[in-house]
């Protein structure tokens, strides 16, 4: 027994099997940290970090997103507004070159009639006549005229006059405008004594409204309506006849 033992203990104290022994437990340390680290992986719920040492955090990662969000609404936005820019150029286009068309009002004598006095002599004439006006507005606006004044003669010798105030014809309609007129003749005037005689008074009427043509309260265009009428006066029956408006 002393053999052995003294023989085993020569044998824990060889340098070399000491060596052989540190080499063993180092090997089987490694391999436990490797085991404990390969665990740690596969529990942790974050992914390892990248070769170059950069993680990227998940704040950055959220704030990209949104921003990339930011700027395809913006460039979307953009391509609207040249789209809606474009739309609005040809509707204008459009407008200017079918409605733009402004034409001018149309101002006529409809009808007149005689329930005043008529008091007709050899050489002269008082008649209150009372007439009706109409002003016919074909544009796409509304057109406003100044205040004018119908003129009524008779071989070229004013006779009277009709007043017409301001007003405002809507877009396509036409405006009714009554007036009462005066006419009376000089007196021996030889220019007007044979009709008087004849019993038939010829006379024309005309006259000029300006204005203009207001298209949305933007666009404002200076137009005038114009008349010149003919008719006969019977003095006999007390009525117009053969009334024609160029």
Known sequence: HTHYFSHHCHL???????????TQKAKLTHSTKNDRMMAEKEQSPYPLAPANGYVRSDTEAVRAHPEDLRKKKRMKCIAYIAAFAVFQTIIILVFVLTVLRIKSPKFRVRAASFTGSFDITNSSYNLQMNAQFTVKNPNFAHFKYEYGTVRFAQNGVTVGEANINEARVRARSTKKVNATVFLNSPNNNPA???DIVYGRLPLTISSKLEGKVHLMKVFKKKKSAQMYCTMFVNLGMHEIQNLTCN
């Open 12 to 22: 824990q104290n060889h340098p070399q099997l000491e060596k052989l022994r540190r």
């Open 192 to 194: 007007l004594t044979g």
